[in-house]
């Protein structure tokens, strides 16, 4: 069976708090709070766990606080192999805005994270991938690593014979995606801005978006997912293109609609599935993902069926 390693350098609690309307300078009370582990690696590992996919969560966690993320491990069943550190892992605040639907975040600063981590997180991933096994490196990086620290361990599990997806942003995706990187990750999933910001210009059109995508392809890159919000995504390998969406929904948080995006995504590799099919199981997935808060996917039979009913569009 194959198996999936997720990596979370720069992980957070994410307190996500429900007001009616914020109000900036105002005193008000929130109509709700939840707490929940999270990171991107983590997000993507407890919507696979729940899809019933092996996976192992790794990356660092602070040693003082973990004791959520232990519970979350357990109970989700995804084997805990997080290197610990001194200190606290962040903690994140979500204002959510009910009346809106509308989402506004406060990120706190992360843990100092050293190369000496990073190669003991290298190494741990390692030790749980086989050839065709998937690795996931998601989210942020700390702020003491250098840009290029998602690009050489790509390299690494790459060289391993594991299928990489990154799902990260700014300097370090350019980095890792650079013409001078060792390897190129098997799988991105930008954005529109995330891609704009890549190719240095406006992709106000899906032709456009599809272009940039297959200049990655070019590169070396085997797939590239651009996420597009309310509109669904595309989904680009080397023979097909696919505009894929479902019809707008009730959201409670958009909050981790992304990384349920990736856990889809994965989903389809595990299951070696063919690019329209790992397209409904992405879009479902972020879709499942929208009337929950906290890094949880919902019933299978609810997933499959949104997944039935993804409208997908062949582009030219």
């Known amino acids: 069976m194959t198996a999936v390693v997720t990596l979370t350098l720069n992980p957070a609690i994410d307190l996500t708090v429900t007001v009616d309307t914020l109000r900036i300078g105002d005193v008000q009370k929130a109509t709700a709070a939840q707490s929940n582990v999270g990171g991107k690696g983590v997000n993507v590992a407890g919507c696979l766990a729940d899809w019933a996919v092996k996976v192992t969560a790794t990356g660092v966690l602070g040693r003082f606080n973990d004791d959520g993320f232990v519970e979350f ?122 891609l704009e910001g890549l190719v240095g210009r406006a992709l106000p059109t899906e032709a456009d978006l599809a272009a940039a995508a297959r200049a990655l392809l070019a590169r070396g890159v085997r797939l590239v997912v651009v996420s597009l919000g309310a509109d669904g995504a595309l989904f680009v390998d080397a023979e097909t293109a696919i505009a894929a969406r479902l019809p707008a929904k009730t959201v409670l948080s958009t909050v981790g609609a992304g990384d349920a995006m990736v856990a889809g995504l994965v989903a389809g590799l595990v299951e070696d599935a063919p690019l329209e099919r ?27 069926d949104l997944a039935g009913r993804v409208e997908i569009r062949r582009l030219a």
Do not use: Q, Y
């Open 73 to 194: 491990f357990r109970a989700k069943g995804i084997a805990d192999a997080f290197i610990r550190a001194p200190g606290e892992t962040r903690t994140n605040v979500k204002i959510v805005e009910s009346r809106r639907g509308v989402t506004t975040d406060v990120n706190l600063p992360g843990l100092t994270v050293d190369r000496v981590l990073v190669e003991a997180t290298r190494r741990r991933a390692l030790a749980d991938l086989a050839v065709g096994d998937v690795a996931v490196l998601a989210g942020s990086l700390p702020e003491s690593l250098p840009a290029d620290a998602w690009a050489g361990l790509a390299a690494d599990l790459a060289a391993a014979g594991a299928r990489v997806v990154l799902d990260t942003s700014g300097a370090p995706l350019a980095a890792a995606l650079a013409s001078d990187a060792p390897a190129l990750p098997h799988a991105v999933k930008p954005n529109r801005a995330e």
């Open 278 to 304: 790992l397209a409904r199981l992405a879009v479902a997935f972020a879709t499942a993902k929208l009337d929950r808060i906290g890094p949880h996917l919902g019933p299978r039979a609810t997933v499959e």
